[in-house]
């Protein structure tokens, strides 16, 4: 990844107890301008908007480009959810080209 360079990198997880994971503050400490362009963001917790202003905050700090929507749904109802997860991911790539 750190020799990689992405127009758009969407990025998200799962929070624990509306805690982003270690895993992913780490991945994310990773990331510089220089490989990503713009950040899209996203959580499977509908509620947990406590971790993409933590990831936001991060990327931003990096200098790097965080779109202001992101997607949320509920773990619970990933698998229904997944039509419309498509429908944001291709809207969100037609902005970023």
Known sequence: MLNDKYDGL??????????????LKKYADTLSSENVNTAVLFTTAGWSRRMIRALRKILTKKGINVLQEAFFVQASQVDSKIPEAEKFAKNILTEIK
């Open 10 to 23: 969407f990025l998200g997880g799962a929070p624990y107890a509306n805690i982003m994971a270690p895993e």
